[in-house]
């Protein structure tokens, strides 16, 4: 079947974009000696992470125990979960989980850490913990080297903890500001008997300016195995390199310069992203859609010189494309227009 | 078990708001003697669904087949899908839906209206069609009353399709304009000899201001079964009046400004509705959501006089609710803040 005879709206990979993608960013961080831990926020499907580990990753990210649950019943066996984790049913499931495979948490708080140590005791089988570093993002994370410092003694304490190290959610466009920050934390850890085994280092949009920040050990891209119209006006990739399109069908051209499509928030998501339209429809550049509902796409034609007449199939590069793939249940692979297999989006909505 | 003790991120709904939307909703529309046909698009429940049957709705909307399919399953038998329906597959499953429960469909083109009539040609059980009116909205519609009346022939004019009247999605706030744009189409089509017999209207926020707009037979009203703080800043009901919350709780506080949530875009969804902020902490009023990460919601306190620890579970009115139903898997049900029952969203993410 071709992509374009899928029933709309429909999520499709193109194979062939996304290993490039792939394999560019392996061969990257090969050469600059930078382990690979892959975020998969982006694609959430089992599949797609055991491709990633097979081309070399060290291990994958989930931002939440229910993904990490997912992974690990597919055989995914290293796991960070960069995310505090409070309260006692998420502490009991991380208990469970990592009795069966080998998980990394995060703390950036003393409440936090007391909460891991509280459940886990046992020095024979420590649990690997690292803090979160606010290196300028402005999100989560200790606020300065020393209160890591401060922070890594307390782990460092606990019988049943380990201390391994740090991570960050960068700023973008501020390697220079991160690598000082980490270079600082680093120099401290190591004045202070307890040194970083592990410097992860996130974000695909600097992922390419990542050789800059040299204290890293780690770097957790995710979005880099789609791209999406964000991340090309981030200077990450072109266009051309977005493997993932919403197929949508023209279901009403109301005026000669209006069209809708049955793509609204609920297939492209409402992020904007400061980005001109809700999305690139690649067959109309010229295209903006203007406004979504929640089941129309709204978008104005006037500077289309050719026109989509009603029931055509187009194909929208999203905005952002990881909260898209938590919108559909499914995404077809394709080759050279064909749909070539369906893949299950298994980690889909597991907000827990 | 208490709302507040539910791992999060989760929603609950009050259910005595919820019925007194309701039964507010429906007495209103006995008062002013105009039928309910309600948008499950906000719950996406079959048992609430029913549950507006049983107070006398008329009948249900969904914006999609699929969402159709499942009310259908759970029992409900007058559907109106106020969309176009292009192309066979989709076809193919409202002519089984049809065999089944009674479904109103609809058109905004004479290409809609073909592609309906290739399917259903039996005069003995003919498909009843609605006109989308453009009445200002500017999304999908008829841009006119004599464009209404030229696409109200075509239909009659199909063997095994019925004319059956029109339905506007309103734009906000102009109940005059749109009462002008239907009581003009509905005296051409009594003049043309094509009367209307069902002018439904929609929209939750001028609700309560529906009176006006004397042509409609029905209204279909979606979000006031829960309202939203959207509803409330177009002036429908209060912030007490929201029943459905988000369940958070605060991860971090990597500042003494700052909290992160655990409810991020994944949870809240990132429709701004050009609000301040994206949804509103009840206990914490002065507290703004200012970004939304997908699994962080990173708040500014700096106008609270008292501030939130690490762990505190605290609840939110988001910015829009439907979309929130849409990420969700299960609503909790609640009545004096302990969780009385746990309803599954049956129709969420059904997108085609």
Known sequence: MHVLDLDTPAI???????????TRAHAFADGIGVALRPHIKTHKIP??????????????????????????????????????????????????LARRVDVIVSADSAETVQGYATRFGDPGRPLPVL???????????????????????????????????????????????????????????????????????????????????????????????????????????TLEDCALTVVATVVSRPTAERAVLDAGSKALAADTCALPGHGHIIDYPEAVITTLNEEHG??????????????????????????????????HLTEDGQVVGTLKIAARGLLR
Chains 1, 2 share one sequence.
Not at 153 to 171: E, N, Q, S, W
Request: charged share 25%; proline share 5%.
């Open 131 to 237: 803090i979160e570093c606010d290196t300028g993002g402005g999100r989560c994370g200790v606020q300065s080297p020393a209160a890591m410092l401060d922070l890594a003694r307390k782990i460092d304490a606990a019988p049943g903890l380990d201390f391994a190290g740090v991570f960050t959610y960068p700023p973008r466009g501020r390697v220079d500001a991160v690598e000082a920050w980490l270079a600082q934390a680093r120099a401290l850890a190591e004045r202070s008997g307890l040194p970083l085994r592990i410097v992860s280092n996130g974000g695909s949009p600097d992922f390419y300016r990542v050789d800059k920040v040299r204290s890293a050990t780690e770097h957790r891209p995710g979005t880099y195995i789609y791209s999406d119209r964000m991340q090309v006006s981030f200077g990450h990739g």
């Open 47 to 96: 599949e797609l992470a055991r491709l990633q580990v097979e081309l070399g990753a060290a291990g994958i990210t989930c931002q939440k125990l229910g993904e990490a649950e997912v992974m690990a019943d597919a055989g995914l066996t290293d796991i960070l979960i960069p995310y505090n984790l409070i309260g006692s049913a998420k502490l009991d499931r991380l208990d469970a």
């Open 12 to 22: 499709a990979v193109d194979r062939t974009k996304m290993m490039s993608n792939l």
């Open 298 to 331: 709204i978008v104005d034609l006037s500077g289309c010189a050719h026109k989509p007449r009603i029931g055509e199939r187009v194909r929208v590069i999203p905005n952002h494309v990881c909260v898209v793939s938590n919108l559909f249940d499914e995404v």
